[in-house]
């Protein structure tokens, strides 16, 4: 009997001469791993709707191991994304996130959401890719079960102050009288900015503003948080942190 689900591949390697193996990441059932046969062969009717960012609607039927595509039809395929290196290397690295903080046989509706949503705004190419990769680190560790303490200083409970600090490696916050050694230092709507993102609905995550000072602070802490928690080496970040160093 077949599954059918709607999903983004977020991962693809090739297996023997012709196939290729793809993760999806559905709304039903989270990570999903499926065998594209003949894949690499020039007319395979499966070739676009199985590729990296492909949106489809998929019908899958399971293996032992895995499950095999059967049938594909394309939603979106994000074009746009291949015409520019920085916006492409950015969604790699979002693919990747979703990758190590998805679950397979769970759902992951709203993951799915944050995803095509920063997808769209990077093909938009209108909104500045820092509050777009700050929202998707913050938001996607939440979701993973590692939402950092917002709500008030870890210390006294303050709820904020003009000035606080975010302890990236302890994921909470301190009021402008606590602070403590390492912590970032984070004007109060940088605050305001990561609570929105962690909170608000997932289609909103984006709608909001700093100044270049503060979004900079933002997006060191986002990164840094995220870092602290993964633990481990994410090739697609290190390529897009590279495309800046050789500038």
């Known amino acids: ?23 999806i990441l559905t709304a039903d059932y989270g990570l999903v791993r499926a065998f594209v046969r003949g894949a690499k062969q020039i007319k395979n009717r499966l070739a676009s709707s199985t590729s990296l960012f492909a949106y489809a609607q998929f019908s ?23 015409q520019d290196i920085e916006r492409l290397a950015l969604a790699q690295y979002f693919a990747q996130l979703a990758y190590e903080l ?20 990077l093909c ?3 909104k500045d890719v820092r509050i777009i990769k700050s929202a998707v680190e913050l938001r996607l560790l939440s979701l993973g079960g590692y939402m950092p303490n ?11 102050t003009n000035v606080m600090y975010f302890d990236t490696l302890d994921g909470c ?17 940088v605050i305001t900015a ?7 609905e997932p289609k909103r995550i984006y709608s909001f503003t700093l100044d270049e000072e503060n979004l900079s602070v933002l997006s060191s802490v ?22 800046f160093s050789s500038l």
């Not at 916050?173 to 709507?189: D, F, P, Q, S, T």
């Open 150 to 160: 917002i709500l008030a200083c870890a210390s006294c409970g303050t709820y904020e």
């Open 194 to 200: 990561i609570r929105f993102i962690c909170l608000t």
């Open 102 to 121: 998805g679950d397979e046989d769970q759902p992951c509706e709203e993951m799915l959401s944050v995803l095509l949503n920063a997808l769209h705004l």
């Open 173 to 189: 916050i301190y009021c402008e009288n606590c602070g403590k050694a390492g912590a970032v230092l984070c004007r109060k709507n």
């Open 222 to 243: 986002s990164e840094k948080y995220l870092i602290s928690r993964i633990q481990r080496k994410l090739p697609t970040l290190d390529f897009y942190k590279s495309l």
């Open 124 to 126: 938009m190419a209108n």
């Open 60 to 82: 899958l039927y399971r293996g032992r191991e895995a499950y095999t595509v059967d049938s594909a039809e394309p939603i979106e395929v994000f074009f746009e994304l291949r």
């Open 1 to 23: 009997m077949a599954t059918v689900t709607k999903g983004l591949v977020i991962k693809e390697q090739t297996v023997g001469e012709s196939d290729r193996l793809i993760t």
